[in-house]
């Protein structure tokens, strides 16, 4: 159980144009929603939270209308990179909390996608 | 302010026993999370201590001590897949998990 997919697993894209990120959690309900980013060799760093009907709370420094968030539905959250530029090729990664698991606001991770900005 | 510390590189040899340590400090605290992190994909959930004392999950256990701040994750058995990075997570009051910035533990045959 707690599955988490991610789509796409990897693109490339030109500069300029805008990549959408779907994150689902595909057997249980996820009230939150978690976007990272990891740049090589570095931690993860929380871009913002999302919660399903309401709008996203980003993180100091990210810049929302860069990086759109819609968490439309218990199962589904997109992040979209907005014009996109080669400094924002990084691997994008959600995470999905489960309030039904057996261990208390446990995140499980979507296998992450690597954006390519040429 | 919050802080995760652990070590950034660790090296141990395959069929041994590795401890990796963490220490936190965070503004409330409702758990502690260990995550595996391969080279180039996400992280996997580990395991998660909210009381004092050792969890044991197969080869590896967890284990926290709420009055010092400090957790460890063990792995016994070492194989070699077990390469990979090692993150500790501290559950803070607002329920905002505060990552460390990942232990890398090599295995050497």
């Known amino acids: 159980g707690a599955v988490v997919s991610q789509h796409p697993s990897w693109v490339i894209c030109k500069s300029g144009t805008s990549v959408k990120i779907e994150c689902r959690s595909l057997d249980f309900q996820a009230t939150t929603m978690f976007w990272y980013r990891q740049f090589p060799k570095q931690s993860l760093m929380l871009m913002a939270t999302?919660?399903?009907?309401?709008?996203?709370?980003?993180e100091q420094g990210v810049e929302k209308d860069k990086f759109l968030i819609n968490h439309a539905s218990l199962t589904l959250s997109t992040l979209t990179v907005t014009s996109a530029h080669p400094e924002d090729s990084s691997f994008y990664i959600c995470?999905?909390?489960?309030?039904?698991?057996?261990?208390?606001?446990?995140?499980?991770f979507g296998p992450g996608t690597r954006l390519t900005v040429l | 302010g919050q802080n995760i510390d652990q070590p950034t590189e660790m090296t141990a040899t395959e069929g041994a026993i590795v401890q990796i340590n963490c220490t936190y400090q965070?503004?409330?605290?409702?758990?502690l999370f260990w995550y595996q992190q391969h080279a180039g994909e996400a992280p996997t959930f580990l395991s998660y201590?909210?009381l004092d004392g050792l969890e044991e999950k197969g080869r590896f256990s967890s284990f926290l001590s709420r009055s010092k701040g400090y957790s460890y994750l063990l792995l016994k058995e070492l194989q070699m897949k077990d390469s990979a990075s090692y993150l500790c997570a501290a559950l803070d009051s607002n329920y905002q998990l505060i990552w460390g910035a990942g232990t890398k533990l090599i295995i050497k045959p």
């Open positions: 995470s999905a909390r489960s309030e039904t698991s057996g261990t208390t606001d446990t995140q499980y």
């Open positions: 965070t503004s409330g605290f409702n758990g």
């Open positions: 201590n909210v």
């Open positions: 999302s919660n399903e009907g309401s709008k996203a709370t980003y």
